[in-house]
């Protein structure tokens, strides 16, 4: 092969290609039938590799890490996996791809052949299942689901279906999997995400509600006093009553909605005030929460909407009417199965350093009553599970609260925290627990905020 | 046919000729995540016509035409500046690819065999190269090498690869 074109080759592989070097590569192509028959045989090589389609032990195992990836990457990582795995057959890999069209009906249960349109692409360690109500002492990563619903006691598992749409389920939740691109949540949480190509994913609901996708990703939450909460997290949905009680509804990212148990709209959000540094709970937190620095503004990151404690007891400072200026304690416990939503604060300054103090005020006003804080870097860690992904403290970078430089005022109607805060090198970081957003849900935005030595500005 | 033999059917013709059309796909797009976007496109596509396919005709020609278009359909998408080759070419290309699609099969047993033959760091190099999310900068990273030290060790790798392929299928006999 002319060490030209190779060099030109291994430059398109490699991401290196200069125009020069495409014109060049043009040339040389064009001048004979061999240079294509090489350049051919190149690319050949490549995609033989790139899908690991030579023979068995030749390369040596490529390792599957299956850790939490961006949204984007998921599916992607998913694809990999299974083939790189070769748990799956080449059967499931095209099954990977194949979007059937025209098997979005309801009437997809209805089919006489029990067809697989999803399986299970990852779970938890601690993942426990049912299907139909019998113990699964086996479902693993790889295996195939059925129209019946799933019962996940414990832990966290990944559905992917035939259209690639991928729907992450935290246990305790009932999900039931009707079609490649249609499934029905009964209980529980669910995140999902629709790819441009699975568009009109179908999510139906307790109650006769139906979230249709309209290109997007959103969280949704099946509480068991038939209340469903859901927020888009990407794109847009629209939100469909089977029994009319309510017309069509499209929601736009970051907006939620509360459906009642009669089947209707009890509440519906515009996008939370809190701006770019929103990230909602299901992102990578160590990403933008440890990117995020200002010596001016509180990042303020809604965590999960209706978190039910599930039995958990929850050691929270409780919400004591003025001042708490002593935080070397975790007082106080939250009722079990109180359904809550979270919100994680962080002040983390930019130009904070050992040599320089930077202090900082903030009011945050939320529209339901605020129960508890937890304020200790212990005690976040420890309640991430609950209320967020598990890798959503800031390692290495937050800080206890100190008794004689940090301060937390809540208001009298418990609704509005003043936060007088002083940090110099790493971030000071709180959790925010107020009522659920399923009652009524709480949009939190802030006042002022005012920094020694800076700019005023907003916590927005 | 009903719609199941029908899907059945279209999967074991889609299976066997999945790695044609993903080459098929390759030699033309220059970004690997471009290249599986357009066969995840060109599956949807031939699945929503297979009603159009004759039984017993070349399944992989018909595939290689829808690819083909999927291909000029991902370049109008493409970002202006994007680099690619001239559409002349690419249709040249797309006709020679097609007509030595039938040599994937030797090739892919050739390249079993050259593999082995390969050094154990040559392999694990390989290996580390075509792990999923992977490129030199990781790999260089991982193996404690420089980025460049790693992009010249492939380039020698594909090299001999090559060579080692055309050898065997040159060979009296071909590839075993």
């Given at each position: 092969m002319n060490s030209r074109l190779l060099d030109h080759c291994c430059a398109i592989t490699d991401g290196?290609?200069?125009?020069?070097?495409?014109?060049?590569?043009?040339?040389?192509?064009?001048?004979?039938?061999?240079?294509?028959?090489?350049y051919i045989?190149?690319?050949?090589?490549?995609?033989?590799?790139?899908?690991?389609?030579?023979?068995?032990?030749?390369?040596?195992?490529?390792?599957?890490?299956?850790?939490?990836?961006?949204?984007?990457?998921?599916?992607?990582?998913?694809?990999?996996?299974?083939?790189?795995?070769?748990?799956?057959?080449?059967?499931?890999?095209?099954?990977?791809?194949?979007?059937?069209?025209?098997?979005?009906?309801?009437?997809?249960?209805?089919s006489p052949t029990p067809h697989s349109f999803a399986l299970l692409s990852t779970c938890s360690n601690d993942a426990v299942f049912n299907i139909d109500a019998n113990p699964v002492a086996s479902l693993n990563p790889g295996d195939a689901l059925t129209p019946s619903p799933i019962r996940l006691q414990a832990g966290s598992a990944q559905v992917m279906f035939n259209s690639t749409t991928v729907v992450d389920l935290r246990g305790p939740c009932t999900f039931q999997p009707l079609?490649?691109?249609?499934?029905?949540?009964?209980?529980?949480?669910?995140?999902?995400?629709?790819?441009?190509?699975?568009?009109?994913?179908?999510?139906?609901?307790?109650?006769?509600?139906?979230?249709?996708?309209?290109?997007?990703?959103?969280?949704?939450?099946?509480?068991?006093?038939?209340?469903?909460?859901?927020?888009?997290?990407?794109?847009?949905?629209?939100?469909?009553?089977?029994?009319?009680?309510?017309?069509?509804?499209?929601?736009?990212?970051?907006?939620?909605?509360?459906?009642?148990?009669?089947?209707?709209?009890?509440?519906?959000?515009?996008?939370?005030?809190?701006?770019?540094?929103?990230?909602?709970?299901?992102?990578?937190?160590d990403g933008p929460v440890s990117e995020f620095r200002s010596d001016d503004t509180v990042a303020l990151i809604p965590e999960s909407i209706v978190t039910d404690l599930a039995g958990k007891t929850l050691a929270v400072v409780p919400p004591t009417v003025g001042r708490i200026a002593r935080f070397d304690r975790e007082k106080g416990s939250l009722r079990v199965d109180r359904p809550l939503d979270a919100y994680s604060l962080v002040f983390h300054p930019a130009s904070g350093s050992v040599e320089n103090q930077v202090k900082l005020t903030a009011v945050v006003e939320f529209d339901r009553p605020i129960v508890g804080?937890?304020?200790?870097?212990?005690?976040?860690?420890?309640?991430?599970?609950?209320?967020?992904?598990?890798?959503?403290?800031?390692?290495?970078?937050?800080?206890?609260?100190?008794?004689?430089?940090?301060q937390i005022i809540v208001s009298d109607d418990h609704r509005t925290l003043t936060l007088h805060l002083t940090a110099r090198t790493g971030a000071d970081h709180l959790r925010v627990l107020t009522e659920s957003a399923s009652t009524d849900s709480p949009q939190p935005h802030s006042e002022s905020n005012q920094s020694e030595g800076s700019t005023q500005g907003d916590v927005r | 046919m009903d719609t199941t033999d029908q899907h059945d059917q279209f999967m074991r013709l889609f299976i066997q000729h999945q790695p044609r059309i993903y080459a098929y796909i390759r030699t033309l797009v220059f970004n690997r995540a471009d290249a599986e976007e357009v066969l995840q496109e060109v599956a949807s596509v031939?699945?929503?016509?297979?009603?159009?396919?004759?039984?017993?005709?070349?399944?992989?020609?018909?595939?290689?035409?829808?690819?083909?278009?999927?291909?000029?359909?991902?370049?109008?998408?493409?970002?202006?500046?994007?680099?690619?080759?001239?559409?002349?070419?690419?249709?040249?290309?797309?006709?020679?690819?097609?007509?030595?699609?039938?040599?994937?099969?030797?090739?892919?047993?050739?390249?079993?065999?050259?593999?082995?033959?390969?050094?154990?760091?040559?392999?694990?190099?390989?290996?580390?190269?075509?792990?999923?999310?992977?490129?030199?900068?990781?790999?260089?990273?991982?193996?404690?090498?420089?980025?460049?030290?790693?992009?010249?060790?492939?380039?020698r790798i594909y090299r001999v690869l090559l060579e080692c392929i055309r050898s065997k299928i040159e060979s009296p006999g071909g590839a075993s």
């Amino acid at each position: 092969m002319n060490s030209r074109l190779l060099d030109h080759c291994c430059a398109i592989t490699d991401g290196t290609l200069t125009a020069e070097a495409l014109a060049d590569l043009e040339s040389i192509l064009r001048a004979n039938e061999a240079a294509r028959r090489d350049y051919i045989d190149f690319m050949r090589l490549q995609s033989l590799l790139e899908r690991n389609e030579i023979a068995n032990a030749t390369l040596a195992p490529m390792p599957i890490t299956p850790t939490r990836r961006s949204r984007r990457s998921r599916v992607r990582s998913v694809w990999y996996a299974a083939a790189l795995a070769a748990v799956l057959t080449l059967a499931l890999t095209v099954w990977f791809i194949l979007p059937r069209e025209n098997t979005t009906t309801p009437s997809d249960t209805d089919s006489p052949t029990p067809h697989s349109f999803a399986l299970l692409s990852t779970c938890s360690n601690d993942a426990v299942f049912n299907i139909d109500a019998n113990p699964v002492a086996s479902l693993n990563p790889g295996d195939a689901l059925t129209p019946s619903p799933i019962r996940l006691q414990a832990g966290s598992a990944q559905v992917m279906f035939n259209s690639t749409t991928v729907v992450d389920l935290r246990g305790p939740c009932t999900f039931q999997p009707l079609g490649p691109n249609h499934a029905r949540l009964t209980a529980g949480s669910a995140s999902v995400y629709v790819p441009r190509r699975a568009r009109g994913f179908i999510l139906e609901t307790a109650l006769g509600v139906r979230i249709v996708d309209l290109g997007t990703a959103f969280e949704v939450t099946q509480r068991p006093d038939g209340k469903m909460a859901v927020v888009v997290t990407e794109g847009k949905i629209r939100l469909e009553s089977d029994h009319d009680r309510f017309d069509p509804l499209v929601l736009t990212s970051p907006q939620r909605a509360v459906v009642t148990t009669d089947g209707l709209i009890q509440s519906q959000h515009s996008p939370i005030a809190a701006a770019e540094h929103i990230r909602l709970w299901n992102t990578a937190f160590d990403g933008p929460v440890s990117e995020f620095r200002s010596d001016d503004t509180v990042a303020l990151i809604p965590e999960s909407i209706v978190t039910d404690l599930a039995g958990k007891t929850l050691a929270v400072v409780p919400p004591t009417v003025g001042r708490i200026a002593r935080f070397d304690r975790e007082k106080g416990s939250l009722r079990v199965d109180r359904p809550l939503d979270a919100y994680s604060l962080v002040f983390h300054p930019a130009s904070g350093s050992v040599e320089n103090q930077v202090k900082l005020t903030a009011v945050v006003e939320f529209d339901r009553p605020i129960v508890g804080l937890i304020v200790s870097p212990q005690a976040i860690k420890s309640s991430n599970a609950w209320f967020a992904s598990s890798d959503s403290f800031i390692r290495n970078g937050s800080s206890s609260l100190e008794d004689d430089a940090d301060q937390i005022i809540v208001s009298d109607d418990h609704r509005t925290l003043t936060l007088h805060l002083t940090a110099r090198t790493g971030a000071d970081h709180l959790r925010v627990l107020t009522e659920s957003a399923s009652t009524d849900s709480p949009q939190p935005h802030s006042e002022s905020n005012q920094s020694e030595g800076s700019t005023q500005g907003d916590v927005r | 046919m009903d719609t199941t033999d029908q899907h059945d059917q279209f999967m074991r013709l889609f299976i066997q000729h999945q790695p044609r059309i993903y080459a098929y796909i390759r030699t033309l797009v220059f970004n690997r995540a471009d290249a599986e976007e357009v066969l995840q496109e060109v599956a949807s596509v031939l699945w929503r016509r297979f009603e159009d396919f004759t039984p017993g005709t070349h399944f992989d020609r018909w595939a290689f035409t829808i690819a083909y278009h999927q291909v000029l359909y991902h370049r109008q998408k493409a970002r202006r500046d994007a680099l690619m080759l001239h559409g002349d070419l690419v249709e040249t290309l797309a006709d020679q690819a097609a007509e030595e699609s039938g040599r994937l099969d030797e090739f892919r047993d050739a390249l079993s065999e050259c593999v082995t033959q390969l050094g154990a760091t040559d392999r694990d190099l390989l290996s580390r190269r075509y792990e999923s999310g992977a490129n030199n900068r990781s790999v260089a990273s991982a193996v404690g090498r420089s980025e460049s030290a790693v992009s010249r060790a492939l380039h020698r790798i594909y090299r001999v690869l090559l060579e080692c392929i055309r050898s065997k299928i040159e060979s009296p006999g071909g590839a075993s």
